[in-house]
């Protein structure tokens, strides 16, 4: 299973594992029945969650509903820390994960628009670098593996804080690694490099521990909140989260 996940992210493009992924795992849900874990998402109970990742990782993603570490991670935040899911919002959603994707249609209180380039579960074919919506437009922005992907971040980001709402705000979260500073090359365009300088085929930089600090010259104000340390390590555990996520938060500048 470790090698078939592997291979099939590595080369299969993500729209046609947007697409069709679910299928096949929720059908190989039926193998890991359990209750040794518990996906916050969705409900549902596991003997353990898959491997996922390139270089597979144990216990990742849930099979039913498709989320990983820091999806459970983000619900929990959203759930603890927000009123997300009370009050009436208008949230924009830039490449929707499909975790995530019928649950947030689903509340009542958002006005919820997703919005991407090539994700085919986008309802807004939109480039984050020209974001089609006037100023001061959203309460809340997700966009989540995005930004090491895109041309520029920076005015990716710029984009971000022009529509966002005076008091909106957002959660930019990406890989970050122990890195001093973020390492960018746009001469480097082969598949093979990349994915060799940046660890993955269709990254276009490798964030390193000035994520916040680098995106906040948008005029974004970013802030690492390292929400999993106040969580129950029993509940780590059941939930597998990540333990060393930060949640990158951002607010209008």
């Not at 996906?39 to 990782?57: D, E, H, N, T, W």
């Not at 509340?107 to 807004?124: C, F, H, Q, R, V």
């Not at 340390?229 to 333990?243: T, Y």
Request: glycine share 4%.
């Amino acid at each position: 299973m470790k090698s078939l996940i592997s291979w099939t992210i590595r080369y299969i493009p993500r729209k046609y594992l947007q697409l069709f992924s679910h299928v096949f795992l929720r059908m190989a849900s039926v193998f890991y029945k359990g209750n040794k874990v518990r996906c916050p998402i969705c409900s549902k109970g596991f003997r353990k969650f898959l491997p996922y990742g390139r270089v597979a990782r144990e216990n990742a993603l849930c099979p039913n509903c498709l989320g990983l570490e820091r999806h459970r991670l983000m619900w929990l935040f959203l759930q603890e820390e927000t009123d997300f899911f009370t009050r009436n919002l208008k949230v924009l959603h830039v490449a929707p994960e499909l975790c995530f994707l019928k649950r947030f249609e689903a509340l009542k209180n958002l006005d919820y628009i997703t919005g991407d380039l090539e994700s085919p579960l986008a309802k807004i074919k939109m480039d984050i670098h020209q974001i089609p919506f006037p100023d001061n437009t959203f309460d809340v922005i997700f966009c989540n593996h995005v930004l090491e992907h895109v041309k520029s971040d920076i005015d990716a980001c710029k984009e971000i804080n022009r529509v966002l709402k005076p008091d909106g705000w957002g959660i930019l979260q990406s890989p970050v690694y122990e890195l001093d500073k973020t390492l960018e090359d746009p001469n480097i365009t082969d598949p093979v490099e990349r994915e060799r300088v940046f660890g993955q085929r269709d990254h276009v930089r490798k964030y390193g521990k000035d994520y916040a600090e680098r995106l906040s010259t948008s005029g974004l104000k970013v802030t690492e909140i390292p929400f999993v340390r106040d969580i129950d390590p029993s509940l780590i555990q059941k939930h597998a989260l990540p333990e060393t996520e930060m949640i990158y938060r951002c607010n209008k500048g």
